[in-house]
């Protein structure tokens, strides 16, 4: 913790050399309402100015001169990051080797996932829904680091705060999809009331992170969705018929 604003660390990414990171979920911001109160999503209908204070503050508390994220829209574009841009690119993921660039990616449910290779001083950020995460945002994430100079191998991915499956109910539809686009992820559903079922999308994350062959990965475990004091979450507006909802914040950066 530092700068008052509480987050959240992956252990195995702590122990790098060269490499901070952070989970930050709604505490310690100055938003207010649905906002309340460290929203850092710049998509929300929040004020611009008590996001980019959010921002601000998240970007201090890591020492990022930087904070970058992009216009996310499910898919599996990476953009290989050079230096700060003024228009967010549309993509779900991010890489770069340069020191003080803060990759700093938005959910409110889907599955924010930092990667790192610090032998090679290369990291990424994904924003992994089921949309992006079946169309292999995680394995082009890799792709991109490996491209930059990163080894498989040595690659260790953390997954962040995301909706957990016993929050997460879909229905049969949601399953045959899954189980047609990327055969063995029917374990990942088990039997909820009636006709649906319980999807576990941080076990989806981990399957494909696991079948590319990087060093490690590991899961935080937290659900957003349950959390509620910790964590924004577009499930939960949805159940209570709210208007907006603010984005949680996972980034990880290369030190100066």
């Not at 990414?13 to 990171?21: D, I, M, N, R």
């Not at 993921?93 to 924010?112: E, F, K, Q, S, Y």
């Not at 686009?181 to 076990?203: A, H, I, M, N, Y």
Request: charged share 20%.
């Amino acid at each position: 913790m530092s700068a008052g604003i509480p987050f959240t660390t992956s252990h195995a990414l702590s122990g790098l050399p060269g490499v901070t990171h952070g989970f930050f979920g709604r505490q310690g911001g100055v938003s207010t309402g649905l906002y309340d109160s460290l929203n850092v999503g710049e998509g929300s209908g929040d004020k611009p100015d008590n996001v980019a204070r959010n921002r601000m503050l998240v970007a201090a508390t890591l020492g990022a001169k930087e904070l970058l994220s992009c216009y996310q829209v499910h898919s599996a574009s990476v953009v290989p990051v050079e230096e700060p841009w003024s228009e967010r690119p549309q993509a779900d993921a991010m890489v770069t080797d340069r020191p003080g660039i803060g990759l700093c990616i938005l959910t409110a449910d889907c599955t924010p996932v930092l990667f790192a290779d610090a032998e090679a001083g290369i990291i990424g950020a994904a924003h992994a829904g089921w949309k992006g995460a079946l169309g292999g945002v995680l394995e082009a994430t890799v792709t991109a680091m490996t491209r930059m100079g990163a080894e498989r191998a040595r690659i260790h991915a953390a997954i962040g705060p995301t909706i957990g499956q016993a929050s997460y109910e879909v229905g049969p539809e949601f399953r045959d999809t899954f189980i047609t686009g990327s055969p063995g992820s029917e374990v990942l559903f088990r039997p909820g009331v009636g006709d649906r079922l319980q999807f576990d999308l941080p076990g989806f994350v981990r399957q494909r992170l696991d079948a590319v062959g990087i060093g490690g990965v590991t899961d935080i475990g937290h659900d957003t969705c349950a959390l509620e004091d910790m964590y924004f979450s577009n499930r939960r507006r949805n159940h209570r018929g709210e208007a907006d909802y603010g984005r949680n914040g996972s980034v990880i950066m290369l030190k100066s």
